[in-house]
């Protein structure tokens, strides 16, 4: 049995540090036995205060699982939509494969800057978060999208509206549970014209790409297309409807393929018909 138990401080920290005091954004918990749902939408300083991180230190012990949405909703918002949204306020990735190796190289990279935050999420899995201005919501999850192509991110967390967990508090996806911890390696707030070189070189390429010969990569080599399968069956699994994962895989490779939306279709289907054959033998539940 863990002894582990959630680290409000550690959360406070987090989100002083790394969101406007009087932005709002949408907590969300989820507990995953049940399925129970809570979702409160408050300013940042009062997601830090005493009495609400408290009030999710009792409910993370409960079993809830904690998260906080990344970009400012308009004052008026009581969901977390992308209509909702004001502000960006951050870019996120996703990385749940070789996560060590792809920080590494992201961070070798002078077309990408520094990260602001990396996420411990759960073992061998990160989440890398830059703080930003002046994006918009359509530039931002471009970028996103972009971003995970390049490093092998999850393409599913690129939207928005996408909540991560806070950090401080604990993964119950795990036995024992995960606690969710936070590496500072950065204040600077990004602006587009800091991604310039790598959005620069993506319509460059976009515009010029040919055909031509395969490339030889090394047998363990994880192509695009494994990716998007795997990602398929994954979010299949935990009971998304085929043709929202269909809609996500063909906005992500919208440009690389031809018809991104047959590609999308058949790499669902076949997804499906891979689950059909294996059978449903694990529970689903939601990521990370």
Not at 177 to 182: A, C, D, K
Not at 212 to 227: C, G, K, L, N
Not at 236 to 247: H, M, N
């Amino acid at each position: 049995m863990s002894d582990a138990k959630p680290n409000p401080k550690l959360a406070s920290e987090y989100i002083r540090s790394g969101f406007r005091p009087r932005d709002r954004h949408a907590l969300f918990l989820l507990h995953r036995r049940s399925g129970g749902v809570i979702q409160r939408v408050v300013a940042a300083e009062d997601i830090a205060s005493d009495e609400t991180l408290q009030w999710l230190a009792r409910k993370n012990s409960q079993g809830f699982e904690v998260y906080v949405g990344m970009n400012a909703l308009k004052p008026e918002a009581q969901g977390r939509t992308k209509a909702d949204i004001a502000d960006i306020r951050h870019l996120y990735l996703d990385l749940d494969l070789e996560a060590e190796a792809a920080l590494s190289s992201l961070q070798a990279r002078d077309d990408t800057p520094e990260p602001n935050r990396v996420l411990d999420t759960s073992p061998g899995k990160l989440q890398v978060v830059w703080k930003v201005e002046r994006f918009t919501l359509d530039e931002a999850e471009s970028l996103q999208r972009q971003l995970a192509g390049e490093f092998g991110a999850d393409p599913a967390a690129t939207d928005a509206a996408r909540v991560l967990r806070l950090p401080g508090f604990l993964n119950h996806k795990y036995e024992p549970p995960h606690p969710v911890g936070v590496r500072a390696l950065s204040e600077r707030i990004h602006q587009p014209a800091d991604f310039g070189t790598l959005r620069e070189r993506r319509q460059r390429d976009s515009a010029h790409r040919a055909p031509s010969a395969p490339r030889r990569v090394s047998p363990d080599h994880i192509s695009q297309s494994e990716r998007d399968w795997a990602y398929a069956k994954r979010e299949l699994w935990r009971g998304k409807d085929p043709s929202a994962v269909a809609d996500a895989i063909a906005e992500f490779r919208k440009g690389e393929k031809s018809d991104p939306r047959y590609y999308a279709e058949r790499t669902v289907q076949r997804a499906g018909e891979a689950l059909a054959a294996e059978g449903r033998s694990r529970q689903s539940g939601p990521d990370r």
